[in-house]
């Protein structure tokens, strides 16, 4: 899978840091001081430009807040999140919405839709409008979907036939996203060639693996798909 001057970064469950070839720093679904599942050394985020977040659930914007405080990056959300963070104190707010398009720090991002809930726990308990995705195209053409937290939906298709990611980071931990064989039906829908499996490994019971992705794609004839399986702190160039 050539990146052709992206780095793509895995900082545990849904978050992720992907480098620009122009260098810009973009966080999606900025959840690390308190992510079990990222290692210490990248907890801390030193230089962020850009933040991504697909909804409101702790595991996804847990840390949102104290990192654009200290940085004062862009935050992208959907209108309902965003005056939340915006009633939080977060500085530089930008909302769109699903199917929107926009273009910041050099890339092209488009809010997706998904299938799933998106909440505030910490009181008051508020709905923060609807959970969602994005897709990322960069200036030498790559294109990454982060779908967030969802299931299957017919519309990962339309994802397919307007944007055309070239890689899918899709959750699978089941429970509360889709699971292995789910996901497997996402990717064919996607029709893309490069998976990373994210969203797995901290939901107690849960037997959602990689490998068990890779059987459900074999199980649909899928067989030439790669299935990237990173490493929380893992970096691929």
């Known amino acids: 899978m050539p990146l052709n001057g992206v780095q793509v970064t895995w900082l545990g469950h849904a978050t992720f840091k992907l480098t620009t070839p122009e260098g ?22 030193e230089k962020v430009d850009l933040l991504l977040a697909t909804h409101g659930h702790n595991d ?6 104290e990192i654009a405080r200290e940085h004062a990056p862009t935050v992208v959300a959907i209108p309902e999140l965003g005056k939340w963070f915006a009633a939080k104190g977060v500085k530089h707010i930008f909302t769109m919405n699903i199917g929107g398009i926009i273009e910041m720090q050099g890339v092209k991002i488009t809010m997706t839709h998904a299938v799933h809930t998106s909440s505030v726990d910490e009181a008051p308990f508020a709905y923060v409008g609807v959970a969602a995705g994005y ?8 294109r990454i979907y982060h779908a967030g937290d969802t299931a299957a939906f017919p519309g990962m298709q339309l994802i397919h036939e307007l944007y055309k990611p070239d890689v899918a980071l899709l959750p699978m931990g089941d429970h509360h996203t889709m699971g292995p064989e789910e996901a497997a039906v996402a990717t064919r829908l996607l029709q893309v060639n490069h998976v990373i499996p994210m969203h797995y490994g901290l939901t107690p019971r849960s037997l959602a693996t990689p490998a068990a992705f890779r059987r459900a794609l074999t199980a649909l004839g899928l067989n030439n798909i790669e299935v990237i399986e990173m490493q929380p702190g893992q970096t691929l160039l």
């Open 60 to 65: 996804h914007i847990g840390d949102l807040i």
């Open 135 to 142: 897709v990322l195209e960069f200036s030498n053409g790559f």
């Open 24 to 45: 810009k720093i973009i966080l999606i679904d900025p959840w690390t001081y308190h992510n079990p599942a990222c290692p210490d050394e990248y907890k801390h985020i």
